[in-house]
């Protein structure tokens, strides 16, 4: 096995691909660059090693994601004063990204009875409903559906932050920067 160095940004968007935790750097990029005829092929040793460093497995550290930085951040953007629902909680989503891509990726998985709620092209959640009003959440390559009421998205809000690591004192201070009108 061969070791690569490669740049920060690099990391961070091979390691948002990941679809399973314990995923290699190897499979990540042989199912992202490789055609699918090839993906399993034997390489010249025989082997179905790549020339990059199979021991990529995120840490637990890599799948968490610091909520006081979160919170600075939307404390600063002084969200009350952004009257759309829908744009508050697109920049919302858009800092949890910000803040941890590999863990973020883990939002493809939510969705409800009929919907998908994430997805990586507006076509997959157009597909998804009549009126799923699809859109990018800034910064990222993620879209998500946006025709909901503000009930809704508050729990897919604390759903995204459970998913990326939050715990339950936390999804609360998020929901009440997000939208401290409705909280009980």
């Not at 679809?19 to 990029?29: C, K, P, V």
């Not at 020339?51 to 600063?76: I, M, R």
């Not at 009257?83 to 969705?111: D, I, Q, T």
Request: overall charge negative; proline content about 5%; aromatic content about 8%.
């Amino acid at each position: 096995m061969k070791k690569i160095e490669i740049d920060d940004d690099l990391y961070n968007y091979i390691a948002s691909q990941t679809q399973h935790i314990g995923e290699s750097a190897s499979d990540i990029l042989r199912r992202l660059v490789l055609p699918a005829s090839m993906a399993n092929k034997p390489i010249n040793d025989g082997s179905t090693q790549s020339a990059v460093n199979d021991d990529f497995v995120p840490s637990n550290q890599e799948f968490s994601c610091d909520p006081d930085a979160v919170f600075k951040e939307l404390e600063g953007q002084q969200l009350i004063t952004i009257p759309k629902m829908v744009e508050r909680w697109l920049l919302v989503l858009s800092v949890l990204h910000k803040h941890n891509p590999v863990a973020f990726a883990k939002v493809l998985g939510m969705s409800g009875r009929n919907r998908t709620y994430f997805a990586k092209d507006k076509d997959t959640l157009l597909g998804t409903g009549s009126s799923t009003n699809p859109k990018n959440v800034p910064g990222s390559e993620y879209w998500v559906i946006t025709n909901n009421n503000t009930v809704k998205k508050i729990n897919m809000l604390k759903e995204v932050a459970a998913v990326i690591g939050f715990n339950n004192q936390s999804i609360a201070r998020l929901v009440g920067i997000f939208a401290p009108e409705h909280i009980d």
